[in-house]
């Protein structure tokens, strides 16, 4: 079978996760099948990006053909770019990768839960991380930039019980989070700027000539938020607290995650776009001064450390600013090639020395349960063969003679020197390049001296009990990588050409040395480089010998998360109880201000909106009405004034009541007959619900006087004016603008017939405001069934049914239900003419006014008046289900309408009418609407009867 | 017609809020009853007015019903009133009931002592 290039790259990306996936199948206790699961997931990737340089070459495969699109609408496509640089990313990741699934066997003795859980986040990252090097797509690479924060997050809070580990987490996503999030934007910049999504086309447009590109004043901000995204990754400062925080995670994950690989993908980032940025100008500015920074700082906080892990992971803080300033210090030039010297190479050595010694920490742990430097004293007497290969990884740490370290220091040293000669105050860089050198030498003899020292004698008692662990074949893994790993520094700095076969496909700037120097070419050709590094080692070695600065100290960036955090919380809170008062009132004030502060806005933009309209469109009307609206206005007037002021609640009621009534007139005068008839009817529902619920509340004594009754009045006012004038604007502009036909008049002529807009479907009703709820807005008038559907069960919850037993009593102690006889009498008549009534008014309602909520209404008013007359046992035997079920089964019944067209192949809530003959009389209408209308009014009668019989039943007893 | 809708809108909508920030609820749900009014009768002016300016006087419109002689009136507004004053209607009702609910449980119906109040709002049936 011929693997195709994309299966491949496809295949070395996924493999990892699908392999930790398959290891969750296997039972617990199965640890060595689950090893060489995981095993495999991430030798495969190592084996077929190897097959995929060897038979293709390295960065010889167009980007084109390693594209699946994803999601293009977003300009999110799977593709895929092993270029020198990402193939070399890669290989690390997955070669660094399959060391560690040994080493967590190791590690992780055969705890099975622990393996069981680790294999597959393992993976997860390793997959993430093989995506971010390999992606093409920039999108692409945030996804999985992204991933690879979330599983370093899972790692870091892997003693899921441990506060303080699940805080670091927190403080470790919560950082390269925001630095997604920042690079997120930067791509999305850099995308605009130059009109491509994939890395290989972006870099070349930018490298090339600003003025084609579509928006180049947008690349220093894509720089300024890419450089975040990379600087947070990379733990640059200020933002390196999070990474020696991450060593709450378990020592493999510190030496993978946060030593080799994860936190290298800023470096990476920076690295890939150094050559679409050399021509911004605070570029090399930018990434030489954080870098530094970084690089002193760390290994200054690494010299005053004694923790183990503590110290590792500043000295990688140190390392990433190193490999930031050196990316920086790239945008110089020598010879006319950019002042880049064996960056990958650089890169490739820190993971040679700094992975061996987390493994080795982690080792050491195993061993003798310490893990600080000061409890190791005479460590290599007691357990020669760890202590050894810790030195041996310790003295790459210090860049000494013979290690590939060395090399790569003088390369470094090299860039500087190169670089001063553009740019004289560069000698501080080179000054903060010695003075860390000092501080990883002095690790280093500090290191030595304290393992050669003799033992204390407590001490050594302790190593020797703590030998009895119980050792199986997998325990020699707990060192076999880190060895294997060190082995490749010495050869590295021996013999250069054994690393050179392999690191030179992918190197991207070895052209100024054509090999990789050794001490000895270095001695052979001094030069300040060199001499520099004399100065390291002297100063180092002192600083190391004499009892200098030992004391541990904090770093006080570490109280940066925990500070914003907090400052987070109480700002949030200040602010929140400050809004949120859980007083009704302050809110209404706040709604409302906010409100009048729309209108203001709107009336500035628009000064048109200030302006008085033409007289005439607001008063022509015929006289009768201009007679009868005066009245209204004058009864709207009083009896809403009266509302404040008068103290009565009966009265106050029935004021409420006034105004209702004033309102169903202006709707007749404004030809609205149904609107008249509902409101009408609704406003007699309302009165006898406010009335009941008034008895049933005692009353109360008057609340002390309110205060600030005239700002409240005030403000009320202004508010009644700017709605008031808001209307008359609206309804002057109705009459007067020529503007486009209303939306009303559409509906007028489709209301009966249709046209082709409709494929000549029309409502086939004459009366336009039925059609347009029971047709054209029927979803709207099913939704409005429903909420007062749901308003009868909150009701009839909120007040539970009286029990039927307490219920007799009362009736049995008032037996006669007082009312006048001549009302009991006259039901007889009134209950069997108003449901005449109500039905005619729901058949009449698709071509007159009318309808399901009107005849519901009416039938409502007099089932509520029959209850009156008769009493509770009457009603309950005219109408002998339970209200919440007679909701339920009214709005069934609108749905199962509106619903079963859908069974003849037709769209929701479509209608059918026809004119059913008569004899002797006018054909009789027939809609189907009917049924929805049905429902309606049942649903209608059942809220306003329901709930009108609970409360007097309520206070009946 | 349309300064009288205006006028009659905005003392309902000066009243309700008045009433809305007061102390006791009872007040508060007569102000959300005037309210819907106004809110009803503010969607109503866009209509227009019920009558036309044509040449020789103002000529009245009928209703939006398609066997009247006359012109109608926009129907849209009223179709979306209609929805307005049974959605208002459930929520008045609604907001009764909890009044008597709210009542029962504190006592009182004063909105400032309310606020005040941090017992657990769990409904107890009589």
Redesign the interface.
């Given at each position: 079978m011929q693997l195709t290039p994309l299966a491949l790259i496809m295949m070395s990306v996924f493999a990892p996760a699908i392999a930790g996936l398959v290891t969750l199948f296997l039972p617990r206790d199965r640890t060595t099948p689950r090893t060489l699961i995981a095993l495999v997931g991430l030798a495969l990737p190592v084996a077929a990006l190897l097959y995929f340089a060897q038979t293709l070459g390295v960065g010889a495969v167009e980007p084109a053909s390693l594209t699946i699109p994803f999601v293009p609408s977003f300009n999110l496509d799977l593709a895929f770019n092993p270029d020198p640089l990402g193939m070399f990313f890669a290989l690390l990741v997955a070669g660094v990768g399959t060391l560690i699934v040994l080493y967590a066997r190791a590690y992780f003795g055969d705890d099975p839960d622990s393996l069981f859980r680790f294999y597959p986040t393992l993976g997860f990252f390793a997959t993430a991380m093989l995506g971010v090097v390999l992606a093409d797509n920039m999108l692409a690479m945030l996804l999985f930039w992204e991933l690879t924060s979330v599983s370093s997050f899972l790692l870091i809070g892997w003693e899921r019980n441990d506060r303080k580990a699940v805080r670091l987490a927190f403080q470790a996503l919560a950082v390269t989070g925001m630095g997604g999030l920042a690079l997120l934007g930067g791509i999305i910049l850099l995308a605009l700027a130059t009109g491509e999504w994939s890395f290989s086309a972006a870099i070349p447009a930018l490298a090339g000539p600003h003025e084609s590109l579509p928006a180049a004043n947008l690349i220093p901000w894509a720089f300024a938020l890419m450089f975040l995204g990379g600087a947070t990754k990379s733990a640059q400062w200020p933002f390196h607290f999070w990474l020696p925080g991450a060593m709450a995670a378990p020592t493999p994950v510190s030496a993978y995650l946060h030593s080799a690989t994860m936190v290298k993908a800023g470096v990476y980032l920076f690295g890939r776009l150094s050559p679409a940025f050399l021509g911004v100008d605070f570029w090399a500015a930018t990434l030489i001064s954080v870098g530094a920074l970084t690089m002193l700082l760390g290994a200054y906080l690494a010299l005053r450390s004694t923790e183990l892990k503590k110290i590792f992971a500043y000295t990688t803080v140190s390392q990433l600013g190193l490999f930031t300033c050196m990316f920086g210090l790239g945008a110089f030039t020598y010879h006319d090639e950019p002042n880049l010297v064996w960056p990958v190479t650089q890169i490739l050595n820190h993971a040679l020395y700094k992975a061996p010694l987390f493994l080795m920490a982690g080792a050491i742990a195993h061993a003798v349960h310490v893990k600080s430097l000061t409890g190791l004293r005479g460590f290599a007497r007691t357990n020669p063969l760890l202590a050894w290969i810790t030195l041996a990884a310790a003295y790459g740490l210090a860049a000494g003679p013979f290690t590939l370290s060395f090399a790569a220091k003088e390369a470094f040293l090299y860039q500087i020197y190169h670089a001063i000669e553009h740019e004289p105050l560069l000698w501080i860089v080179a000054g903060m390049a010695v003075l860390t050198s000092v501080c990883n030498v002095a690790i280093f003899v500090r290191f030595l001296t304290t393992f050669l020292a003799r033992p204390d004698a407590e001490h050594a008692a302790e190593h020797h009990h703590d030998h009895d662990h119980a050792h199986d074949g997998w325990s020699v893994w707990l060192w076999l990588p880190a060895l294997f790993i060190v082995a490749w520094q010495f050869a590295g700095g021996v013999a250069p050409s054994l690393i050179e076969r392999f690191i030179l496909p992918v190197e991207t700037h070895a052209l100024y040395w054509s090999h990789l120097p050794t001490v000895l070419d270095a001695i052979a050709h001094p030069s300040p480089p060199l001499a520099m590094s004399g100065v390291a080692v002297l100063l180092g070695v002192l600083v190391g010998v004499l009892p200098v600065l030992r004391r541990p100290v904090a770093d006080p960036h570490d109280s940066i998360f925990p500070a914003s955090v907090s400052f987070l919380s109480r700002t949030g809170w200040g602010v929140f109880s400050s809004i949120q008062?859980?007083?009704?009132?302050h809110y209404?004030?706040f709604t409302?201000t906010a409100f009048l502060l729309g209108m203001i806005a709107a009336a500035l933009k628009d000064p048109a909106f200030l302006e008085w309209p033409a007289l005439?469109?607001?008063?022509?009307?015929?006289t009768g009405?201009?007679i009868a609206?005066?009245c209204?206005?004058a009864l709207?007037?009083a009896a809403?004034?009266s509302?404040?002021i008068v103290n009565s609640?009966i009265v106050?009621?029935l004021m409420?009541g006034a105004?209702?009534m004033s309102?169903t007139g202006?709707?007749l005068?404004?030809?609205?007959?149904?609107?008249a008839l509902?409101?009408l009817l609704?406003e007699i529902?309302?009165i006898i619900?406010?009335l009941l619920?008034?008895r049933?509340?005692p009353e109360?004594p008057p609340?002390a006087p309110?205060t600030g009754r005239i700002g409240?009045?005030a403000?009320?006012?202004i508010?009644?004016?700017a709605?008031?004038?808001?209307?008359?604007q609206?309804?002057?502009h109705?009459?007067s603008s020529p503007g486009p036909a209303?939306?009303?008049?559409w509906?007028?002529t489709h209301?009966?017939y249709g046209s082709e807009q409709t494929n000549g479907r029309g409502g086939g009703g004459?009366?336009?405001?039925n059609v347009?709820?029971v047709d054209f807005?029927g979803y709207?008038?099913l939704g409005?069934t429903t909420?007062?559907a749901i308003?009868?069960m909150?009701?009839f919850s909120?007040?539970?049914a009286v029990p039927r037993r307490r219920r007799d009593r009362a009736h049995a102690v008032n037996p006669e239900w007082l009312t006048s006889s001549l009302l009991r009498t006259s039901m007889r008549l009134i209950l069997p003419l108003g449901l005449l009534f109500a039905a005619y008014l729901f058949f009449k309602g698709h071509?007159?006014?009318g309808g399901g909520?009107i005849a519901g209404l009416v039938a409502s008013v007099v089932l509520a008046t029959y209850r009156m007359a008769k009493g509770p046992e009457a009603l309950r035997r005219l109408l002998p289900i339970k209200p919440g079920a007679l909701a339920a089964t009214g709005l069934m019944i609108a749905l199962a309408t509106a619903v079963a067209p859908v069974a003849f192949g037709l769209p929701v809530l479509t209608s059918r009418t026809g004119d059913i003959p008569l004899a002797g009389a006018d054909p009789f209408h027939f809609s189907t609407v009917v049924f929805f209308d049905l429902g309606v009014l049942i649903v209608?009668i059942a809220?306003s009867v329901g709930?009108i019989n609970r409360?007097t039943e309520?206070l009946e007893t | 017609m349309t300064l009288l809708l205006a006028v009659i809108v905005t003392v309902i909508f000066a009243v309700g809020v008045y009433l809305l920030l007061g102390r006791e609820l009872k007040g508060m749900a007569m102000g959300i009853f005037l309210l819907s009014h106004g809110a009803n009768l503010g969607i109503l002016a866009m209509s227009g007015q019920p009558v036309r300016l044509t040449a020789t006087g103002p000529t009245p419109l009928g209703p939006p019903v398609l066997t009247e002689a006359t012109q109608p009136v926009d129907p849209l507004p009223q179709a979306l009133i209609l929805t307005a004053i049974v959605i208002s209607f459930a929520v008045t009702a609604f907001l009764l009931t909890l009044l008597v609910a709210t009542f029962r449980r504190a006592d009182h119906l004063g909105a400032d002592e309310l606020a005040n109040d941090d017992r657990p709002t769990v409904l107890t049936t009589p």
């Amino acid at each position: 079978m011929q693997l195709t290039p994309l299966a491949l790259i496809m295949m070395s990306v996924f493999a990892p996760a699908i392999a930790g996936l398959v290891t969750l199948f296997l039972p617990r206790d199965r640890t060595t099948p689950r090893t060489l699961i995981a095993l495999v997931g991430l030798a495969l990737p190592v084996a077929a990006l190897l097959y995929f340089a060897q038979t293709l070459g390295v960065g010889a495969v167009e980007p084109a053909s390693l594209t699946i699109p994803f999601v293009p609408s977003f300009n999110l496509d799977l593709a895929f770019n092993p270029d020198p640089l990402g193939m070399f990313f890669a290989l690390l990741v997955a070669g660094v990768g399959t060391l560690i699934v040994l080493y967590a066997r190791a590690y992780f003795g055969d705890d099975p839960d622990s393996l069981f859980r680790f294999y597959p986040t393992l993976g997860f990252f390793a997959t993430a991380m093989l995506g971010v090097v390999l992606a093409d797509n920039m999108l692409a690479m945030l996804l999985f930039w992204e991933l690879t924060s979330v599983s370093s997050f899972l790692l870091i809070g892997w003693e899921r019980n441990d506060r303080k580990a699940v805080r670091l987490a927190f403080q470790a996503l919560a950082v390269t989070g925001m630095g997604g999030l920042a690079l997120l934007g930067g791509i999305i910049l850099l995308a605009l700027a130059t009109g491509e999504w994939s890395f290989s086309a972006a870099i070349p447009a930018l490298a090339g000539p600003h003025e084609s590109l579509p928006a180049a004043n947008l690349i220093p901000w894509a720089f300024a938020l890419m450089f975040l995204g990379g600087a947070t990754k990379s733990a640059q400062w200020p933002f390196h607290f999070w990474l020696p925080g991450a060593m709450a995670a378990p020592t493999p994950v510190s030496a993978y995650l946060h030593s080799a690989t994860m936190v290298k993908a800023g470096v990476y980032l920076f690295g890939r776009l150094s050559p679409a940025f050399l021509g911004v100008d605070f570029w090399a500015a930018t990434l030489i001064s954080v870098g530094a920074l970084t690089m002193l700082l760390g290994a200054y906080l690494a010299l005053r450390s004694t923790e183990l892990k503590k110290i590792f992971a500043y000295t990688t803080v140190s390392q990433l600013g190193l490999f930031t300033c050196m990316f920086g210090l790239g945008a110089f030039t020598y010879h006319d090639e950019p002042n880049l010297v064996w960056p990958v190479t650089q890169i490739l050595n820190h993971a040679l020395y700094k992975a061996p010694l987390f493994l080795m920490a982690g080792a050491i742990a195993h061993a003798v349960h310490v893990k600080s430097l000061t409890g190791l004293r005479g460590f290599a007497r007691t357990n020669p063969l760890l202590a050894w290969i810790t030195l041996a990884a310790a003295y790459g740490l210090a860049a000494g003679p013979f290690t590939l370290s060395f090399a790569a220091k003088e390369a470094f040293l090299y860039q500087i020197y190169h670089a001063i000669e553009h740019e004289p105050l560069l000698w501080i860089v080179a000054g903060m390049a010695v003075l860390t050198s000092v501080c990883n030498v002095a690790i280093f003899v500090r290191f030595l001296t304290t393992f050669l020292a003799r033992p204390d004698a407590e001490h050594a008692a302790e190593h020797h009990h703590d030998h009895d662990h119980a050792h199986d074949g997998w325990s020699v893994w707990l060192w076999l990588p880190a060895l294997f790993i060190v082995a490749w520094q010495f050869a590295g700095g021996v013999a250069p050409s054994l690393i050179e076969r392999f690191i030179l496909p992918v190197e991207t700037h070895a052209l100024y040395w054509s090999h990789l120097p050794t001490v000895l070419d270095a001695i052979a050709h001094p030069s300040p480089p060199l001499a520099m590094s004399g100065v390291a080692v002297l100063l180092g070695v002192l600083v190391g010998v004499l009892p200098v600065l030992r004391r541990p100290v904090a770093d006080p960036h570490d109280s940066i998360f925990p500070a914003s955090v907090s400052f987070l919380s109480r700002t949030g809170w200040g602010v929140f109880s400050s809004i949120q008062t859980g007083n009704l009132r302050h809110y209404i004030y706040f709604t409302l201000t906010a409100f009048l502060l729309g209108m203001i806005a709107a009336a500035l933009k628009d000064p048109a909106f200030l302006e008085w309209p033409a007289l005439a469109s607001l008063w022509a009307a015929p006289t009768g009405f201009i007679i009868a609206s005066l009245c209204l206005v004058a009864l709207v007037i009083a009896a809403s004034l009266s509302l404040p002021i008068v103290n009565s609640r009966i009265v106050r009621v029935l004021m409420l009541g006034a105004v209702g009534m004033s309102v169903t007139g202006i709707y007749l005068i404004y030809e609205a007959p149904d609107l008249a008839l509902t409101q009408l009817l609704f406003e007699i529902i309302s009165i006898i619900l406010f009335l009941l619920v008034l008895r049933m509340i005692p009353e109360e004594p008057p609340l002390a006087p309110v205060t600030g009754r005239i700002g409240r009045a005030a403000f009320s006012m202004i508010v009644g004016l700017a709605i008031g004038w808001t209307v008359l604007q609206a309804g002057a502009h109705a009459d007067s603008s020529p503007g486009p036909a209303k939306l009303g008049d559409w509906f007028l002529t489709h209301a009966h017939y249709g046209s082709e807009q409709t494929n000549g479907r029309g409502g086939g009703g004459d009366n336009v405001v039925n059609v347009i709820l029971v047709d054209f807005r029927g979803y709207d008038t099913l939704g409005e069934t429903t909420v007062l559907a749901i308003a009868a069960m909150g009701i009839f919850s909120l007040i539970a049914a009286v029990p039927r037993r307490r219920r007799d009593r009362a009736h049995a102690v008032n037996p006669e239900w007082l009312t006048s006889s001549l009302l009991r009498t006259s039901m007889r008549l009134i209950l069997p003419l108003g449901l005449l009534f109500a039905a005619y008014l729901f058949f009449k309602g698709h071509n007159e006014p009318g309808g399901g909520f009107i005849a519901g209404l009416v039938a409502s008013v007099v089932l509520a008046t029959y209850r009156m007359a008769k009493g509770p046992e009457a009603l309950r035997r005219l109408l002998p289900i339970k209200p919440g079920a007679l909701a339920a089964t009214g709005l069934m019944i609108a749905l199962a309408t509106a619903v079963a067209p859908v069974a003849f192949g037709l769209p929701v809530l479509t209608s059918r009418t026809g004119d059913i003959p008569l004899a002797g009389a006018d054909p009789f209408h027939f809609s189907t609407v009917v049924f929805f209308d049905l429902g309606v009014l049942i649903v209608v009668i059942a809220v306003s009867v329901g709930v009108i019989n609970r409360l007097t039943e309520e206070l009946e007893t | 017609m349309t300064l009288l809708l205006a006028v009659i809108v905005t003392v309902i909508f000066a009243v309700g809020v008045y009433l809305l920030l007061g102390r006791e609820l009872k007040g508060m749900a007569m102000g959300i009853f005037l309210l819907s009014h106004g809110a009803n009768l503010g969607i109503l002016a866009m209509s227009g007015q019920p009558v036309r300016l044509t040449a020789t006087g103002p000529t009245p419109l009928g209703p939006p019903v398609l066997t009247e002689a006359t012109q109608p009136v926009d129907p849209l507004p009223q179709a979306l009133i209609l929805t307005a004053i049974v959605i208002s209607f459930a929520v008045t009702a609604f907001l009764l009931t909890l009044l008597v609910a709210t009542f029962r449980r504190a006592d009182h119906l004063g909105a400032d002592e309310l606020a005040n109040d941090d017992r657990p709002t769990v409904l107890t049936t009589p």
